[in-house]
């Protein structure tokens, strides 16, 4: 018999047929799925962290470009923070009245190598840097986006309010390195 005159085998099952079983495994899964989970449709309440208001530093006593350290949002080893004016260049959410007053954790986000005094301002240019482990920088004027190096994620920024003359630390947007959650357990949920 020539290749030509040979007929395709005929398969198992015809196309009508698969679909026609998909469409009842489909409605099957979902009453499944809906008997598992009865109340699905019902909205869930957020869960909503209060981060300590602590107070950091006065306005009026910053000098540009001179971070102060402090721990947040507790004393813990792994909260070592900063406190920077950017000498007049705005920072993404920096305070005061130039928006240069920015915070960030001083734990690299790549392995937590720390990265107190290697705050670096040349130009337009604000960067917390080279981490010591792998040469990672963050932007300060930019949320603490990584510039070079190993890290992925950003550096974790403190949240600041300013009150008169007084700035405090309010929350944190971020993760600090080390931890699951940013507060200890039984504080501020």
Partial sequence: MRKEDQKPPRCAVT????????????????????????????????QVVTYPRKFIARLSALRDNQ?????????LAN??????????VRGGGGIGPQG????????????????QGTYLAEGPHRILGQCPLH?????????????????????????????????????????LFGRHHNLLAGEGA
């Avoid at 009842?24 to 957020?46: N, Q």
């Avoid at 909260?79 to 007049?88: C, F, I, P």
């Avoid at 300060?140 to 405090?168: C, K, M, N, W, Y």
């Fill in 15 to 46: 196309r009508r047929e698969f679909l026609l079983s998909s469409a009842g495994a489909l409605a099957a899964s979902t009453v499944t799925i809906g008997g598992l989970w009865p109340d699905a449709a019902e909205a869930v309440p957020a």
């Fill in 67 to 75: 971070p102060v350290d402090f721990d947040y949002p507790d004393e």
């Fill in 79 to 88: 909260s070592a923070s900063m406190l920077v004016k950017l000498g007049g």
């Fill in 100 to 115: 240069d007053v920015v915070a960030f954790s001083y734990l690299c986000t790549h392995q937590g190598g720390p990265l």
């Fill in 135 to 175: 040469l990672t920088t963050y932007d300060l004027t930019r949320h603490g986006i990584v510039v070079a190096g190993q890290a992925v994620e950003s550096l974790p920024q403190v949240l600041l309010e300013l009150d008169g003359d007084e700035i405090f630390a309010v929350g944190l947007m971020g993760l």
